[in-house]
């Protein structure tokens, strides 16, 4: 079975410091995708990145990173010079891609707070 | 806005009651998916339409039903609810046509069982 754990729940940095969430994800599957999603506090999930099992290339976007890691089983996302907008819970995902369907398992979610 | 509506936003009822959630997808996706977040099970699969057809079931409860209609659109229907079921539920959709695309989510319906 599959499944995702971030291991940190609660995260809390001053502005403009940078900041690392962590997710480690188990699955048996060869071909798999991994997702972060960010929920401010108006409740709403945005989708930010889908990565595929196979490419293990580090994307960066703006002040957003993601160091894929199929070695350790990693997905971690680094915020860059954090702003008071960043403060959401973040959720990592993972969905093995199967003829019976491509539902999302989440892990527990870090909450991120952003003091000015 | 992802594109994918949800309605009512909020929803309070009573232990016993009967409800029904209802998600329109973005324009041209044929997958819907269903989610409930409460804070002992987090964010958990219940259940997965495509194109009129259940595809996939999660953790869904046997008092919960879905459905998907020929418009696409679908609805959750929640029965005989109990204070467990408070909860916040997200319809997402997704243009899966055999290659894998992201999964987009609605605002959400936050259910409250008094």
């Known amino acids: 079975a599959q499944k995702v754990t971030q291991a940190q729940t609660e995260i809390s940095v001053v502005e403009k410091e940078d900041v690392t969430l962590d997710c480690v994800y188990e699955t048996r599957d060869t071909t798999y995708y991994l997702f972060w999603y960010k929920q401010p506090p108006s409740g709403e999930l945005v989708f930010l990145i889908r990565?595929?099992?196979?490419?293990?290339q580090n994307e960066i976007s703006g002040r957003y990173s993601w160091n894929f890691q199929k070695s350790t089983s990693s997905f971690n996302f680094t915020i860059t010079a954090s702003q008071v907008v960043d403060s959401a819970v973040y959720f990592c995902a993972l969905s093995e891609d199967t003829l019976a369907g491509n539902m999302l398992t989440f892990g527990g979610g870090t909450r991120l707070m952003v003091k000015p | 806005d992802s594109g994918v509506t949800q309605t009512p936003k909020h929803l309070i009822t009573a232990t016993g009651q009967r409800v029904t959630l209802r998600c329109s997808p973005r324009?041209?996706?044929?997958?819907v998916y269903w989610y409930q977040q409460s804070l002992d099970q987090g964010l958990q699969f219940l259940i997965q339409y495509y194109n009129g057809e259940e595809r996939a079931k999660g953790n869904i409860l046997e008092r919960f039903s879905a459905q998907q209609f020929p418009d696409l659109h679908s609805e959750l229907n929640l029965s005989s609810l109990e204070l467990g079921d408070s909860a916040l539920y997200f319809c997402?959709?997704?243009?899966?046509?055999?290659?894998?695309?992201?999964?987009?989510f609605g605002p959400g319906t936050r259910l409250t069982v008094l």
């Open positions: 990565r595929n099992s196979f490419d293990e």
């Open positions: 324009s041209g996706d044929l997958s």
């Open positions: 997402a959709s997704s243009a899966y046509r055999g290659t894998y695309n992201e999964q987009f």
